[in-house]
């Protein structure tokens, strides 16, 4: 079934529908998400990380683009600590905050509203994966190396 027009108002319609007992007809829900199953109380915790971080850096700072290893290394920092029974800092609602921002990130990046680069995580689970990751480490170690001898060239060491 094609979308609904109305003047300069466009709803998209997928032609399957939900008949309630009432007869009132609804499109399909299946594959727009489940909002109503989200948790409020753990959501309002990761809302104020994300309000702390605005007063702290700025709004939306975070979609300017960090590589996702920032977003799991934090994440996963936070989950062993809240894991740990620190609570010296909201530990779980941190750990979801760079855990979101890590899905959202590699969908802006795959929508090409941010480098490919910053999908920088390793797939080690595959032989291509591995065979890409180690070329990764290959060419960072010469990357150093270069940057090494050159450091010691300017400071006058052989």
């Given at each position: ?15 399957a ?25 753990a ?23 960090m ?15 809240a ?6 800092e ?16 590699l969908?802006?990046v ?32 010469e990357?150093r ?6 450091d ?5 060491r052989?």
């Open positions: 079934m094609p979308d609904i027009s109305n003047g300069d108002m466009t709803i998209k319609d997928s032609g529908r939900r008949v309630f007992a009432s007869g009132a007809h609804r499109d399909r829900a299946v594959g727009k998400g489940a909002f109503h199953l989200l948790p409020y109380n959501l309002l915790e990761v809302a104020k990380v994300f309000e702390t971080g605005a007063l702290k850096y700025s709004s939306n700072n975070w979609k300017l683009g590589p996702v290893s920032e977003y799991l290394n934090s994440g996963l920092r936070h989950g062993m600590k894991a740990a029974g620190w609570n010296d909201p530990h779980m609602a941190q750990a979801a905050w760079n855990f979101l921002c890590a899905i959202e990130t969908w802006m795959r929508q090409g509203l941010l480098p490919a680069d910053l999908d920088d995580v390793q797939n080690w689970l595959t032989a291509e994966g591995v065979e890409k990751a180690f070329a990764a480490i290959r060419l960072e170690n990357r190396r270069a940057e090494t001898a050159a010691a060239t300017a400071a006058g052989p």
